[in-house]
């Protein structure tokens, strides 16, 4: 469990690195995308289903930091299986750890069920960031006249609720739910009964609620993703790596070759032909193939 002192160091970190990025209490949107940029980590998605091919997510997400010659390089993996909602509460789990500057490497198996002490406090930041007790606070006493107790609203009340901070603030049902019970809006038997309703099913009284609140944006947050690679402007950081003497022309060579690109779609051959580069180290244990 999260102590008293926890949740208020955990409250105060995710005010200042809004007022840090400028972000008010409003929701971020997109703005994740853009705050992990300024922070110059490097962001890849991939699609990792589990070993038999299901949509079964083997983690969410990983945080790495490594230092390369004095200069620190930090990265974010996100599992794009997961649905997209999941995806953005995922890396706002990461940049916790990222602020956080504990540990070089950090695996987050599951952001639903976790024991580990770090891994809540994650969690919470996470949820604290993407939608603030103080903007929450507001909006219930917004939508009911002033008061902060909603638990004795109708099911379909609720639902409709939930459904707008869902597409406003773009946090998980769940986590939302969870949200609703910490700042004490809901009881346990209303987080417990909403808890029980299946909000991916689209034959489902939530989804059908989501859809006529906000189609495009209920639909893209409730979708698999599955993107692979890298923003352009983090791939042309790996060839400043190069270019800074970070890593080597074959280290840059392999990594490109992960997110399906090569030396030549960025004209780099071209170049290193003409400044006299020997590239034979990028064809070593090729000698006699084909």
Known sequence: MLTEQDLYRIEELAKDKRRVFEL?????GDNLYKIVRSLGI???QV??????GNDVDPFSALYLSSKEKG????YIGINTTDYWDRQLFALAHELYHHFE???SFVLCRGLDHTSELRER?????AAEFLLPTERLIHEVKNKNNGGLKIETWSLTALLRFVAELHCDYRLPYKAIVRRLNEIQAIDLDTLERLFKIDARDPDGVYWVTGVNISRDVFLQLNSRTRTFGV???NLGKLIDNFEDGLISLQELSED?????KSLEDYKLMDEMMEDGEDLSLLYEGDEGEG
């Open 24 to 28: 008010g209490m409003g929701p971020l």
């Open 42 to 44: 490097q962001l890849i």
């Open 47 to 52: 699609p990792f289903p589990d070993e038999k």
């Open 71 to 74: 200069h620190s390089i930090c």
């Open 101 to 103: 500057s504990l540990d």
């Open 121 to 125: 406090r994650a969690n919470r930041f």
């Open 231 to 233: 923003e352009g402007e």
């Open 256 to 260: 490109l070759q992960l997110f399906g």
